[in-house]
């Protein structure tokens, strides 16, 4: 089947954040993605689309990063239809252009093109707190990525669970993985509960890296370094390709 090829690793990757859920962070790691990466790769390769109409991605990082592409396409009920149509246009003239990668902030909700679009990609970020207020919508959304990916038996998108906003000191996810057992995701590293985070959009988008903390900046370039492994350089492909099951969670801190 072509969609369960090994997709050529040089092609350019997608990568959505997304959950039906508000407030869990999506926008947050959209824009630390970016920038992790922007000092992995050549900023200009990188392009993050943010189609969430309160442009907090957009806001933020043009100011802080200018040299990385931001193309605003809010998808509302009022627009979804033509932004859900460039994004999705985007998204296929992109893979042809090696080494670049399209990083797409989502608003939360549960519309059912959007989720079609999603599906598209190649990995979705999916990232959630540990609380049942956020993990049982969670739950509920890979559930529905799932449907879509067996309708049209596709192995793509890889899914990848991102606990955020963890307590300092919290090293044990058993209760994570076991609640995720029968869903095939992967569960990548923890975001911990950070202080500079939390007044993020309060101060001045350039002044962040002096004011943010040694966690905040430890734990993005930890997660950076994740994406570059095991999405750009294709390690998630392989567990895939050698792991016959089709439901797994592979906990990898
Ligand atoms: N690791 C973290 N530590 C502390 N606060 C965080 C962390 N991640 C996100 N936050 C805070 O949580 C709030 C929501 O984050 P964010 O706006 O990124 O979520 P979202 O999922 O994009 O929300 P929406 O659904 O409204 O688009 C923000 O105030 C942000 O600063
Ligand atoms: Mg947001």
């Not at 090994?6 to 993605?33: P, Y």
């Not at 998204?91 to 059912?112: L, M």
């Not at 993985?177 to 939390?198: C, F, T």
Request: net charge positive; aromatic share 8%; with cysteine.
């Amino acid at each position: 089947m072509p969609n369960n090829k090994v997709k050529n690793l040089n092609n350019a990757k997608s990568i959505f954040v997304a959950n039906v859920k508000g407030g869990v962070g999506k926008s947050t790691l959209s824009i630390m993605l970016a920038r992790a990466l922007a000092e992995k790769m050549p900023p200009q390769n990188i392009t993050l689309i943010d189609t969430d109409l309160q442009r907090t991605a957009t806001e933020f990082l043009s100011k802080s990063n200018p040299e990385i592409n931001i193309e605003f396409l809010p998808i509302t009920p009022a627009f979804e239809n033509t932004n859900i149509s460039l994004v999705q246009q985007f998204i296929k003239q992109n893979e042809f252009r090696p080494g670049h990668v399209a990083i797409v902030d989502t608003p939360a909700g549960s519309s059912q093109r959007l989720w079609n679009l999603v599906a598209e990609g190649y990995c979705v970020l999916i990232p959630t707190t540990l609380s049942n207020a956020d993990l049982l919508p969670t739950e509920n959304f890979i559930r529905s990525m799932d449907k879509v990916k067996a309708r049209y038996a596709k192995s793509y998108p890889h899914l990848i669970v991102c606990p955020n906003k963890i307590p300092f000191g919290q090293k044990d996810f058993s209760i994570m993985a076991e609640r995720l057992k029968n869903h095939d995701v992967v569960i990548g590293p923890a975001l911990r509960d950070l202080a500079s985070v939390r007044h993020f959009y309060n101060g001045k988008a350039e002044k962040w890296e002096n004011k943010s903390d040694l966690n905040a900046q430890s734990d993005f370039r930890q997660f950076g370094s994740f994406i570059e492994k095991f999405v750009l350089k294709g390690e998630l492909d392989k567990i895939y390709s050698q792991n016959e099951t089709r439901k797994n969670v592979v906990p990898i801190r």
